[in-house]
């Protein structure tokens, strides 16, 4: 609540966040077609977009967010050496992004509890089993039809969160981890 109260986002406002350097792998045109569509349906969000170059000076960006009217939409928030504090605040984690090898943003919210809705690229659907939802990858369109489900299905997000601390905390438990380091230990040894 302390930082929806700082960043001006009403308690009832739909917090979307999106954690993710500017880069176009990270598929931030993708998040913002999918959000212009979203609006075009009258959903009520915002969206908080954190991550390096991810500010006022970016123009690309910019020319982007007021190219399909989403300035009141979207807080430009920058880059953070805290996300989880900002995780916190969202009801929904959206990963965009057209490749991914492991994003610790998905552990982060899982760990967090915050259900995420992403592309399907890399691990992730593996990683986030049914305490989320994937979409194809690089489609806005699908993007935007599963985000007004969730907008307009809310209650879902509470089984969701329960569900994703539960599966992040199975595969990485004190247990798993040291299978893991002791297993690498003996593949090293055996280099050796």
Partial sequence: HKIRKLLGVKKDTFLIGHIARFHPIKGHKILINCLKLVKQENEKFTCL????????KNK??????KKNNLEKNIILYGETKFPE??????DLNII?????????????????????????????SKTLGDSG???????????????????????????KSILARDIISRQNSQAVMFKKYN????????KM
Avoid at 85 to 90: D, E, G, H, Q
Avoid at 133 to 158: M, P, Q, T
Avoid at 183 to 190: P, Q
């Fill in 183 to 190: 297993l690498n230990y003996e593949i090293f040894l055996k």
């Fill in 49 to 56: 977009m954190v991550g390096a170059n991810i500010n006022k």
């Fill in 85 to 90: 504090k900002l995780i916190n605040a969202f």
């Fill in 133 to 159: 939802w994937v979409v194809k990858n690089k489609s806005s369109k699908e993007l935007a039809e599963k985000l007004i489900f969730i907008i307009r299905n809310k209650s879902l997000l509470k089984e």
């Fill in 96 to 124: 965009s992004s057209v490749s991914e090898s492991s994003s610790l943003v998905l552990m982060e919210a899982m760990a967090s509890g915050v259900p995420t809705l992403s592309t399907n690229v890399g691990p992730i």
């Fill in 60 to 65: 690309s960006l910019n020319y982007q967010i």
